[in-house]
T-cell receptor, first 113, second 110 residues
């Protein structure tokens, strides 16, 4: 298996623009997690899905953030409009079971100017 | 919400020494504990997990769990410069997801 795939790897955008991050989990995994990592706040869980259904989005910072998982092999995290404080590395991870080992994708480094 | 605490470091040890990384947590109900390693600019990768009180050894790594005292530690024997990274402690949150600690930055000096 290719592991968790994320795209793009780097994104530079201007404040106010819409940003869409993409994730393909490991085949057969039933949990998918979106994290944000910054130096100040560490690794934060934004939202997670079980069998394509959002279970807990309490970590999503604002209404500007939204996430979808239309099928078992694809998820998106959208920020609209983006702000400079959204600059961070966004990781997607998947696991078999909620307490199983989480496999992380390579991350998307987002810079909002 | 469960809380996980780690000393942010940096923890500096000489090559060949034992590096000891510690993690404390707030909720006695956690069942599974994980140590992830994250190199600069890379994603976290699992190096150890432990479920039962006591020690678990895997090569140069030993995880120690004490549920009564609510701490979990990671020992790295014969530390190498390639072990220099940030180590993240995580615990399961009622079997649904993980709560990660802030990480400890380890620097192994040649």
């Amino acid at each position: 298996d290719a592991g968790v795939i994320q795209s793009p790897r780097h994104e530079v955008t201007e404040m106010g623009q819409e940003v869409t991050l993409r994730c393909k989990p490991i085949s057969g995994h039933d949990y998918l997690f979106w994290y944000r990592q910054t130096m100040m706040r560490g690794l934060e869980l934004l939202i997670y899905f079980n069998n394509n259904v959002p279970i807990d989005d309490s970590g999503m910072p604002e209404d500007r953030f939204s996430a979808k998982m239309p099928n078992a092999s694809f998820s998106t995290l959208k920020i609209q409009p983006s702000e400079p404080r959204d600059s961070a590395v966004y990781f997607c991870a998947s696991s078999l079971g909620g307490a199983g080992e989480q496999f992380f994708g390579p991350g998307t480094r987002l810079t909002v100017l | 919400q469960k809380e996980v605490e780690q000393n942010s470091g940096p923890l500096s040890v000489p090559e060949g020494a034992i590096a000891s990384l510690n993690c404390t947590y707030s909720d006695r109900g956690s069942q599974s504990f994980f140590w992830y390693r994250q190199y600069s600019g890379k994603s976290p990768e699992l190096i150890m997990f432990i479920y039962s009180n006591g020690d678990k050894e895997d090569g140069r790594f030993t995880a120690q769990l004490n549920k009564a005292s609510q701490y979990v530690s990671l020992l790295i024997r014969d530390s190498q410069p390639s072990d220099s990274a940030t180590y993240l402690c995580a615990l399961d949150n009622y079997g649904q997801n993980f709560v990660f600690g802030p990480g400890t930055r380890l620097s192994v000096l040649p």
